[in-house]
């Protein structure tokens, strides 16, 4: 019989501050039209957080419990400005400060703002004769972002389980020989979200100018009815081993439901609302799937081991839940090169749908919400009905221009894929021989697309200037067939649609990454000891990450996505910098 009483306190504290200093040179860049630009940024974080446990085991006969309860408080206070003056005097003083007087011309920004979270929860873990399991457990939790009416919010979880294989009746099967270890489990969660923003329910005033006079003005409309965002998760799995548990495999089916999502609720603009929204509890989406895992043990000898991990999961995303608008119709979410619709997974790829180039004159063609297709002037951005019978004839102009507006609502824009992976893994192979190991780490991913803004905008610009290599498939005679259009300088806007999401540079973001290749080798401790320094191990080892990427991806890289402000952004590649290959080398000494 064991029992024990413990009492835990852990406080923490994180500080940064961090400072930094981009100066631009107006001679070249993009200092050179304002001259001369210093970005001069200034970011203060600091945040506690403060927990207390106390946790209770005891064991009596077959009976094992283990309960806990315990606190949770954290606070974060956030302050910056950013200033970035331009036209400066002389390149002497864009050196390290800003110099007042050095300039003409200024932009100031800042901000601050503090948040606070709180946690009550418990937990009891049952465990009857290593065969039955059961788990409960309980939070209590509250939100500086929330109205004092939902702020707090209660979340609750548990989970079931039931080994199969410490059954009696299981040991004497045959099956066992085979399976030796069986196990079946279902758990449901219940977790709040505590990302939503600073005080999303506060009517807020703030800075506001009038001509030259500083004062005050309304900029959020307040919604003392917000309450927390909810996700709703539950799991069903079946765990075995085979051969001993030389084998161990993991299947699961998982349901995660988000509700009560907090999204910007469009009002009509003669109600005067700040940003014509108010927030609201309106969203609701949810990702469902499978997860593999499996651990093999491939080969294990005197002087050699080969391990293999491997897991593989998939994931299906949709949006089920938006504002609705006076009509009772779905309000669906615009963005520059997104959707998100309901019935649609998050974030669609959202845009035109291109038809290739027309053979006779080199125009980009584009097919229309009601399947016709029409074909854009490379020099005016004049639209056209394309007729194959006559290509050249550019004339047929009433009604074949683009529209904003979705298909099903008379425009010519919709869905043109999924920026979320069906499917993700990875899989580790780890050798042993004698003081040597490897580590072999590879990780892929798939099923979804991506716009590829760079190639769009940069490296098939349309211009006599820098370009990729595709810029040499452009069309250049006529009855050419190809799918780059014909180049105009200073038209790549036009012939490309830029800033909008067309079909033509939306790509499979499939990849295999071969992550980390870990060598590592363990001096014999025969050696160390003949040294008689001390030592009691030494382990050499070299190391290099995100070594090789195989995809079919045209851009650097297919798994970091942005905006072209460094903001994550689903599916979009604006100017991507590629992960880093990285070397490294080193020693682990024990004395």
Known sequence: MFSGFSLKSTIGIDYTDVRRFESFDPRHGDGRGSNGIINQISRNVTRWNWQNTANYLKDFGKHSVNLTA???YQKQNISSFTASPSNFSDTFFQQENIISGSYSTQSVGGSAVSAGFDSYFGRILYDYANKYFLTFSARNDGISALPAAGRRGNFFGGSLGYKISEETFYKNSPLATVINDLKIRASYAQVGNVNIGSFPYLGLFGAAQYGSQNGIGFVQAGNPDLKWEASTQTNVGIDWGLL?????????????????????APTAPSLGVPNNSISKNVGALYNRGWEFTVDVEA??????????????????NKVTGLNKGIDGKDQPIILTYHAIRVGEPVASLYGYLSAGVNPANGFPLFVKGDGRIVQRNVSSGAYSFYDPENPSVTSNTTGAALLSADVSDGGDRRVLGNTNPKWFGGLTNTFKWKGFDLTIFTRFSGGNKIMNVTRQETLLNQDFNNNGREILNRWTTAGQ??????????????????GSAISRFVEDGDFVRIQNIIL??????????KAN???TGVRLYA???????????????????SDGNVNQTFGLDYNTNPQFRVFTFGANIRF
Not at 548 to 554: L, V
């Open 244 to 264: 001993d548990n030389r084998i161990v495999l993991s299947t699961e089916y998982y349901n995660n439901d988000i509700s009560d999502l907090i999204l910007s």
């Open 70 to 72: 315990g606190t949770e």
């Open 481 to 498: 067939i190809t799918d780059v259009p014909k180049i105009v300088l200073n038209n790549g806007n036009i012939i490309n649609m830029n």
């Open 533 to 535: 320094i001390g030592l």
């Open 299 to 316: 080969i294990k000898a005197i002087d050699f081991s080969w391990d293999i991990n491997a897991n593989f999961s998939t994931n299906t």
């Open 543 to 561: 190391q290099v990450q995100n070594a090789f990427t195989f995809t079919k991806y045209k851009g650097l890289d297919p798994e970091l996505n």
């Open 520 to 529: 590592g080798y363990n001096i014999p401790k025969s050696i160390l000891s």
